[in-house]
C-alpha cells in the first residue's frame, strides 16, 4: 500500500529558477525498500534524488540517500545542499547552532549557513594524485582533442570517481563535444579559467556512468576539484566556478577554505512542494 510523502523538487546552485540543476526529495522516507527508491529515481529521471530519513549515527540530524536514475551514490553535492534546504524548509531543526550535520553514505558531512546561501565542508579525496597516461590518452580521444590542450590533471575522487583535467581556456571547454562512448567508465570533470569573466573559471561534468551524459552543476566535482586547485596554487583560498553554460544554465558554485575545511556553497531555490504516493 502506497503512503503519502512530503516532496520538494529544488533548483540547486542558482539563485534564478530554472538556471541551475534540479533535484527530487522526499521527506519521510522511512518503509520505502531499495527498490521503491531506485524505481522513483528513475521515474524522475533527474541527475539526483534524494530521501530523507532519520539519523542512524550520533551527531547527524537526518539521513539522505541518494539515487541517480542507475544507482546508488554515496555522496553528491547538489543533492546535499538541496536536500538540506528542503530538510530546514519542513522544520528540521539543528543540534547544533549554525551548522546542520547530514548523514549519508561517506559518514558525516557539515552543511552551514553563508549568508543566504548553504555550504558543505568538503569531503576527504578518496583518491588523488597524477593520473597515469593511459588514463589522460583515453580523456584526450573521448574529448576530441590533442593530448597537449591539457594543462593538468588529478584524480579527484570523494564518492564518485572523478578524474580531472585543465583546459588552456574557457572558449576550448565551451567548444566540447565528447565521445561519450569512448568515454567508458570515467567520470570526467573539466575545468578552465576564465580571466575577467563572470566566474573565476568555468566546469563541465560528463558522467553517463550515472545514466546521464553532462551534469548541469556538480557539488561533489567541484569540491575535489577545490582540493586539488587550491592545494596546488593554481586557485586562490576563495572563488567562484560557472558551470552549466553549455546546456543553457547558470550554475554558481562558490568555492572558500576556512579553518582548514574548503567549502562549496550555493543557492537553492524551491519550485514543486506538495506530495507524492508512494
Not at 547527524?60 to 546535499?80: M, N, Q, S
Not at 576539484?225 to 572563488?239: E, K, N, S, T, V
Request: glycine share 10%.
Amino acid at each position: 500500500m502506497s503512503t503519502t510523502r512530503r516532496f520538494t523538487q529544488l533548483d540547486v546552485f542558482t539563485a534564478e529558477p530554472l538556471k541551475g540543476n534540479p533535484l527530487a526529495v522526499v521527506h519521510d522516507a522511512q518503509g520505502l525498500s531499495d527498490a521503491q527508491m531506485a524505481a522513483f529515481a528513475r521515474w524522475t529521471n533527474l541527475s539526483e534524488t534524494t530521501f530523507l530519513l532519520p539519523p542512524t549515527q550520533a551527531g547527524a540530524d537526518y539521513r539522505v540517500r541518494i539515487f541517480t536514475p542507475d544507482r546508488e551514490l554515496p555522496f553528491a553535492g547538489h543533492p546535499t545542499l538541496g536536500s538540506c534546504h528542503a530538510w530546514l524548509a519542513a522544520g528540521g531543526r539543528a543540534q547544533r547552532e549554525g551548522e546542520v550535520v547530514q548523514e549519508c553514505g561517506v559518514g558525516l558531512v557539515r552543511v552551514r549557513r553563508d549568508g543566504t546561501r548553504l555550504a558543505f565542508a568538503a569531503p576527504p579525496l578518496r583518491r588523488s594524485g597524477e593520473v597515469d597516461a593511459a588514463t589522460l590518452a583515453q580523456i584526450a580521444r573521448c574529448l576530441k582533442i590533442p593530448r597537449d590542450a591539457i594543462r593538468a590533471s588529478n584524480w579527484v575522487s570523494n564518492g564518485p570517481h572523478w578524474v580531472a583535467v585543465m583546459l588552456g581556456s574557457r572558449e576550448e571547454l565551451l567548444a566540447l563535444q565528447p565521445d561519450f562512448a569512448a568515454m567508458g567508465e570515467l567520470e570526467l570533470g573539466v575545468v578552465a579559467p576564465w580571466p575577467g569573466g563572470a566566474a573565476d573559471v568555468e566546469v563541465r561534468a560528463f558522467v553517463p556512468t550515472l545514466g546521464v551524459q553532462e551534469d548541469p552543476v556538480t557539488g561533489s566535482l567541484n569540491a575535489g576539484l577545490a582540493q586539488w586547485l587550491i592545494a596546488a596554487g593554481m586557485m586562490p583560498p576563495r572563488y567562484v566556478a560557472s558551470q552549466g553554460t553549455a546546456m543553457g544554465r547558470a550554475g554558481r558554485v562558490h568555492v572558500e577554505q576556512r579553518d582548514g575545511d574548503i567549502w562549496i556553497g550555493g543557492d537553492s531555490v524551491a519550485l514543486v512542494e506538495g506530495r507524492v504516493s508512494l
